[in-house]
């Protein structure tokens, strides 16, 4: 099932190795790829500050996702298949409503407290594994939710 595509790629692989190089080399190509960060002397306290919530929030957003299934199946092992996926429903409903609640709200208020909702929905979330159960672990969901909308709304 998989050697079709292997092959298709060892093809392709062949074909750009021995195809000419249709852009003339300039000075300095290779330093012009090395990533740089700048930002103006009075916008970095307020892009620190921004940026914390937002490496918070997708942190706790990689943490989710490759976990939630598997700490459902863990905390209610009879539960149905989908019980997994309805997690991820429970954070994606929460941040649109959280959207809608907050439309109104000033930008920093809501990052503010987007940042505040992070470590009671990690906490929420891994309380799940010391029988607290289910309701726990969608609890931890929806404050994910409610904290990944209100952080984000500050980037916009």
């Given at each position: ?47 620190l500050l921004a940026d914390t919530g937002v490496v918070a929030v997708w942190a706790l957003g990689g943490f989710c996702s490759s976990l939630w299934p598997a700490l459902v199946r863990l905390v209610a092992p009879g539960a149905p298949q989908a019980a997994g ?72």
């Amino acid at each position: 099932m998989y050697a079709v595509p292997a092959v298709l790629f060892a093809v392709q692989t062949a074909a750009v190795t021995f195809t000419a190089e249709t852009a003339r080399p300039h000075a300095g190509a290779l330093r012009s790829l090395r990533p740089g960060l700048a930002a103006p002397p009075a916008a970095r306290r307020a892009l620190l500050l921004a940026d914390t919530g937002v490496v918070a929030v997708w942190a706790l957003g990689g943490f989710c996702s490759s976990l939630w299934p598997a700490l459902v199946r863990l905390v209610a092992p009879g539960a149905p298949q989908a019980a997994g996926g309805m997690v991820f429903f429970t954070l994606t409903a929460a941040a649109a409503l959280t959207v809608w609640a907050l439309r109104r709200t000033a930008p920093h208020v809501a990052a503010t407290g987007g940042s505040l909702a992070v470590v009671p929905a990690t906490a929420s979330t891994l309380s799940g594994l010391h029988d607290a159960g289910l309701p726990a672990v969608y609890g931890g969901a929806a404050l994910a939710g409610i904290a990944f909308d209100a952080v984000s709304r500050r980037c916009v």
